[in-house]
């Protein structure tokens, strides 16, 4: 039965943030693969002091802004958190958006009325929204990580938006990932596919790998979320690139069982 599968025989290294690497793994392990977890992105809520006034005063000003974005599931989550404590109403006249479909079902769930792009889910997909077309003069406030990407608050600059950030997290390379990729064994090699969720995922697992194995990971499929991702593997040297409409676990699995299909199948 597990041979009917269509990932049977093929071995998935998940580097998603420890917390967010079960359902993925559960969804692999459904297909017949078999994982490895080596989480390549930690995230840790902010905890200095500054840091903490700075988020507090943004959403005491929540009201100010006709516009809120929610780059991630981990931005909803820290800042629903925020906003609960000083906000038991949510505010008039503010139009939440998120930057893909997960993000938005988590805001969803936490009472908000939120629009999302739909294809490739990233930030580009967000900007070409109609709301967001004619900004002039309004203010906008992004929910992110701390030095998160700056794109949608420079294209909104541009369209003359005032933006501000809430940044409520870091994004760090676990201490134990280098240790980690070092120690892991695998049955197969040539069964071995590496799934990454984003592009600082896979710049910390460039970091990560040991120098001496660098020549090997660069000849494995490398399982990745759109264009933009695909192309920072590209430039790193990656030869065998699968690349999914975007990061839910819906699309990575299409795109992996279509490339399993079409070109591995010789492979195993």
């Known amino acids: 039965m597990l041979a009917s ?8 290294l998940v580097t998603r943030p420890r917390h967010q690497a079960a359902e993925w793994q559960k969804t692999l392990h459904e297909q017949g693969a078999n994982t490895q977890v080596a989480p390549m992105l930690a995230i840790q809520p902010v905890s200095a002091a500054a840091h903490l006034q700075a988020i ?12 809120a974005i929610f780059v991630s599931q981990n931005a909803v989550s820290y800042g629903c958190d925020w906003i609960d404590r000083y906000w038991p109403q949510l505010p008039v006249g503010v139009q ?26 990233n930030s580009e997909a967000l900007l070409k929204l109609p709301d967001l077309q004619n900004v002039q003069g309004q203010r906008v406030l992004i929910f992110r990580g701390r030095g998160g990407r700056p794109h949608i608050a420079d294209v909104l600059t541009e369209r003359g938006a005032k933006v501000d950030h809430c940044e409520l ?30 592009g600082e995922s896979l710049n910390n697992l460039w970091e990560c790998i ?6 090997l990971y660069l000849q494995l499929p ?6 933009r991702v695909a192309e920072l593997a590209e430039k790193a040297g990656f030869k065998h690139i699968i690349v999914a409409e975007n990061a839910t676990s ?3 699995l299409a795109a992996l069982i279509q490339w399993r299909c079409s ?6």
Not at 5 to 11: I, K, Q, V, W, Y
Not at 222 to 227: A, K, R, S, T
Not at 263 to 268: F, G, K, R
């Open 169 to 198: 997290y870091d994004r760090l390379v676990p201490e134990e990932a280098p240790g980690q990729l070092a120690a892991m064994q695998w049955p197969d090699q040539e069964t071995l596919v590496l799934s990454v969720h984003s």
């Open 96 to 121: 939440w958006l998120a930057v893909g479909k997960k993000t938005a079902e988590s805001l969803r769930r936490e009472g908000f009325d939120v629009r999302s792009a739909e294809g490739e889910m």
């Open 5 to 12: 599968l269509p990932l049977a025989g093929l071995n998935v």
């Open 222 to 227: 490398v399982l990745l979320p759109g264009e």
């Open 210 to 215: 040991p120098q001496s194995e660098s020549a």
């Open 250 to 252: 819906e699309s990575m």
């Open 56 to 67: 507090k005063n943004v959403i005491l000003d929540l009201d100010l802004y006709q516009t």
């Open 263 to 268: 070109n591995a199948v010789s492979h195993y």
